[in-house]
């Protein structure tokens, strides 16, 4: 089991992905689908909910065609991140690895 403090958690996310949290990727532990808050904006969910769901619920409990129905709220727990909140621990899903959109990177170009 991989724990974070928050501050690392934050950390590692702004040094993989930037700091759009949007834009922060993450890899569901049954499926292994990548997702971000794009993903659950895309299939319609509200900000405050993404911010509740996003690495905890696959996106695939809000989408068809994409996912699974997992969520880190139910009684089996197969998840290997958490992070430290305080005394509390909140489950997580791991993070993916960096992806590109399909956006070339400025040091591509040049």
Same mark, same amino acid.
Request: proline fraction near 3%; aromatic fraction near 14%; charged fraction near 35%.
């Given at each position: 089991?991989?724990?974070?403090?928050? =501050? =690392?958690? !934050?950390? &590692?996310?702004?040094?993989?992905? /930037?700091?759009?949290?949007?834009?922060?990727?993450?890899?569901?532990?049954?499926?292994?689908?990548? +997702?971000?808050?794009?993903?659950?904006? #895309? %299939?319609? $969910?509200? /900000?405050?909910?993404?911010?509740?769901?996003?690495?905890?619920?696959?996106?695939?409990?809000?989408?068809?065609?994409? /996912?699974?129905?997992?969520?880190?709220?139910? !009684?089996? +727990?197969?998840? =290997? $991140? #958490? $992070? &430290?909140?305080?005394?509390?621990?909140?489950?997580?899903?791991?993070? %993916? &690895?960096?992806?590109?959109? /399909?956006? %070339?990177?400025? &040091?591509?170009?040049?």
């Amino acid at each position: 089991m991989k724990t974070y403090t928050h =501050e =690392e958690w !934050l950390d &590692e996310a702004e040094r993989r992905f /930037g700091d759009d949290p949007r834009d922060w990727l993450f890899v569901c532990p049954r499926c292994k689908t990548e +997702q971000c808050a794009w993903d659950f904006y #895309e %299939a319609g $969910v509200k /900000g405050s909910t993404i911010d509740k769901v996003l690495a905890f619920s696959c996106i695939g409990r809000f989408t068809d065609g994409k /996912g699974c129905d997992w969520t880190l709220g139910g !009684l089996f +727990q197969i998840h =290997e $991140v #958490e $992070v &430290e909140f305080g005394d509390k621990k909140r489950r997580t899903f791991a993070f %993916a &690895e960096p992806r590109n959109h /399909g956006v %070339a990177m400025m &040091e591509d170009i040049l």
